[in-house]
């Protein structure tokens, strides 16, 4: 907490902790990489960023101001989700303006999406704080 994001490599036997420079936040709820290698970077206010493997920022993507994402995956078709304090599911879509859809509301889950599981079948199990475990189909997304 408060020293941004952190490479951790390993050489000679032993690790080291490199700063990365300007591509976190000073306080980082979340790092994920997904399949294509981009790096989602979630802060502790209302942005994700998008990194590349060279560690240039691709784009940002602002939530609504009272509300952070806690968590991200993908799914075996490569779709990212975010998980928000706020108890919704996003999904990323870059044809959006808000570079985001929502597959769950929080009228649905009120408590926050605290952590997310991919299952063979390709569903997303996704713990919740105070509403249990739920389970996320792709059938469910496209009703969204």
Request: hydrophobic share 40%; glycine share 12%; with cysteine.
């Amino acid at each position: 907490a408060g020293y941004g994001l952190m490479r951790l490599t390993r050489g000679g036997g032993a690790y080291c902790l490199t700063p990365i420079s300007n591509i976190g936040y000073g306080n980082n709820n979340c790092v994920f990489c997904d399949p294509d290698g981009i790096i989602w970077v979630a802060g502790n206010g209302n942005a994700v960023r998008m990194v590349s493997t060279e560690l240039k920022i691709i784009d940002e993507i602002m939530l609504p101001e009272s509300e952070s994402v806690n968590t991200i995956t993908a799914d075996h078709d490569g779709n990212v989700f975010f998980g928000t304090t706020q108890g919704r599911v996003l999904i990323y879509d870059a044809n959006l303006p808000s570079k985001f859809r929502e597959i769950v509301s929080n009228k649905q889950n009120s408590m926050a999406v605290a952590c997310f599981c991919v299952n063979d079948d390709n569903s997303i199990l996704f713990g919740t704080d105070g509403h249990g475990v739920k389970r996320l189909t792709l059938d469910t997304c496209a009703a969204a």
